[in-house]
């Protein structure tokens, strides 16, 4: 079962340098990803996304990277802002567009100056 | 930018009593889904609904719960007889043809 008042882990970095935020997701046969922010009291933001057919995509400062192998997800962040400062969740999906989307645990990220 | 939208922010509400939940999800999109958020916890997906009806639910979205799109731009969440563990934020989210879910920015539901 699930724990109640998951304590979420934080990463710190300081402003400009670049971060790594990592997901683990459970099922192989999800088959697209997407990478929210979300920002105290306000809903998830699309960020970027990825189909399980490639390994890469890159947006505008932020990678996404997808090791199917290990089942595992990262956003990169680069050049990181004050304004990225929030928490970011993983979320997978099956079965096309209008199934549901699995969230992940999420990460806080801090940016300090 | 088109968005989802949702009312009220904030709503508080004594247990026993029904609530419902508004979204106006964004107009040319076809599948709208209600998620819902315990505070400091993972978002939790509760109902999935496309062409008037519902296609998927959790095991949390139990009997008290109730969703509709009563006039082809209002997409709502009721919940019957609120009790203490439904308190969290409530999401709805919609998406077009892409598989690209957009949210809006949730209704804080407290219980007292």
């Known amino acids: 079962g699930e724990s109640v008042g998951l304590h979420l882990p934080t990463l710190s970095v300081q402003e400009g340098d670049n971060s790594i935020i990592n997901c683990a997701y459970s099922n192989s046969a999800s088959d697209y990803f997407i990478w929210y922010k979300q920002e105290s009291g306000k809903g998830p933001q699309f960020i970027i996304d990825i189909r399980s057919n490639m390994d890469k995509r890159q947006g505008q400062r932020v990678t996404v990277l997808l090791n199917k192998t290990v089942k595992h997800l990262s956003l990169q962040i680069a050049a990181t802002q004050p304004g990225d400062s929030a928490v970011y969740f993983c979320a997978e999906n099956i079965g096309g567009t209008a199934s549901k989307l699995t969230f992940g645990t999420g990460t806080r990220l801090q940016v300090t100056l | 930018e088109p968005e989802v939208t949702q009312t009220p922010s904030h709503q508080v509400t004594q247990m026993g009593q029904e609530v419902i939940l508004r979204c106006v999800p964004i107009s040319n999109h076809l599948y709208f889904y209600w998620y819902r958020q315990i505070l400091g916890q993972k978002v939790e997906f509760l109902v999935s609904?496309?062409?008037?009806?519902?296609?998927?639910k959790s095991e949390i979205f139990d009997d008290q719960f109730s969703v509709e799109r009563p006039d082809g731009s209002n997409f709502t969440l009721k919940i019957r007889s609120t009790k203490l563990e439904d308190s969290a934020m409530y999401f709805c989210?919609?998406?077009?043809?892409?598989?690209?879910?957009?949210f809006g920015q949730g209704t804080r539901l407290t219980v007292v």
């Open positions: 609904f496309y062409n008037n009806e519902i296609s998927e």
């Open positions: 989210a919609s998406r077009g043809i892409s598989e690209n879910a957009f």
